[in-house]
């Protein structure tokens, strides 16, 4: 590549991936420095991101909670996050149907005082992953660039009971916000929110579902908005504006309880959030309706209706969805915790996927992209 224009090798390496571009700093000192400027330039950082969103030669990766199981005199656990690579057939009729899995651990910070992630809230955006105990510790992370940053101590601790966590990206300010509400000793929620650029937090208002408390691990960020699925007198989902940082709170679809499912997440489909729906008992061949909001901007404005654009199965063998994949499978953990089945939703096919190096798959997980956004 020495003959090429500097332009054109700029072009390449914004393709590359990032663990690729820190090796290839020990080229020659021409290329160490060329790369050093390049992650520091945020133009080429955004042209990276969306480069590898649109990759579709790049393998799927989702992030998912794992367990490592340790013989000793007291059986023992730790919960990890790895990240799962899929390649190979798109189960679309092509006649390939072998799917190749590779998981590798991802290399997260332990937050103080935590013995694994069993505790651990993770939420990701743009390659970058905030995490945080239900105390006061938060920290957030790159873990293709191997960076990591503590967060300040937030201003409401003492007293404080942590119900929900966010993080995503405001594209206004072009900054990174994290955001965090619960309870004092009032029955009124309080929340504040931290800026990456400022490196502080600040209170902000919470007026929303008083008597209203988040479901474990159920929420998702999608174009400037996060949203968390909230138990109480009627199920709801709270939405949080990362631009105009206002809370509001969404009904779900007419009919739809939540407490007579076995299993509910919240997943990003097609541009659209989406509800994942497991009724009957936990146990049993499961079926599982899929419905999306509609008519809303940016999750926020407007009024939320919704449309159920999927009911599958029963499925035998099938614990719970995990998300989706490829826009046309489904992602299941298979009940041994060991498997991952994908259900193409076009041809009505099931395939088993085996993720060696794990004892037993968790119920979370999220789609991840490597970035070079710095923290």
């Not at 510790?137 to 967060?151: E, F, H, I």
């Not at 931290?194 to 600040?202: A, E, Q, V």
Request: proline letters at 5%; glycine letters at 8%.
């Amino acid at each position: 590549m020495a003959n090429l224009p500097e332009e054109l090798v700029v072009e390449i390496m914004s393709w590359l991936p990032p663990e690729s571009l820190i090796q290839f700093k020990c080229v020659s000192k021409n290329w160490y420095f060329l790369i050093n400027s390049l992650i520091k330039d945020p133009n080429f950082v955004s042209k990276h991101l969306r480069n590898a969103d649109n990759n579709i030669l790049a393998s799927r990766c989702t992030v998912f909670s794992c367990l490592k199981i340790y013989q000793t005199p007291v059986y023992n656990y730790k919960e990890l996050f790895s990240l799962l690579s899929l390649s190979g057939g798109g189960g679309g009729g092509s006649g390939n149907d072998k799917i190749r899995s590779f998981a590798e651990d991802l290399d997260l910070p332990i937050i103080p005082g935590e013995k694994d992630m069993s505790c651990i809230t993770a939420r990701h955006c743009n390659g970058v992953i905030c995490l945080a105990d239900y105390y006061r510790t938060m920290v957030l992370c790159n873990p293709a660039m191997k960076k990591s940053r503590v967060l300040p101590k937030p201003n409401l601790v003492d007293r404080f009971v942590l119900q929900g966590v966010g993080f995503g990206y405001d594209s206004r300010a072009d900054d990174y916000k994290v955001v965090r509400f619960g309870r004092e000793m009032s029955v009124y929620p309080r929340a504040e929110v931290y800026s990456l650029s400022s490196d502080s937090w600040k209170e902000i208002k919470i007026d929303s579902g008083t008597d209203y408390f988040p479901s474990l691990h159920i929420e998702v960020y999608f174009n400037g908005a996060f949203y968390w699925l909230m138990s109480g007198p009627r199920a709801m989902i709270r939405v949080f504006d990362i631009s105009d940082e206002v809370f509001r709170g969404v009904p779900l679809p007419d009919g739809v309880r939540t407490e007579k499912a076995h299993w509910t997440s919240l997943v990003v489909w097609n541009g659209s959030v989406a509800l994942f729906l497991c009724e009957g008992e936990k146990g049993v061949p499961i079926s599982i309706e899929v419905w999306v909001m509609n008519d809303c901007v940016g999750g926020i404005k407007g009024a939320c209706s919704w449309s159920k654009k999927l009911a599958i199965g029963p499925f035998e063998g099938i614990d719970c969805p995990l998300g989706f994949w490829n826009g046309e499978e489904i992602l299941m953990r298979s009940t041994n915790f060991k498997e991952i089945v994908l259900y193409n939703i076009h041809t009505q096919k099931l395939r088993n996927v085996s993720v060696d190096g794990v004892d037993g798959i968790g119920c979370r997980a999220f789609s991840y992209v490597k970035s070079l956004v710095s923290v």
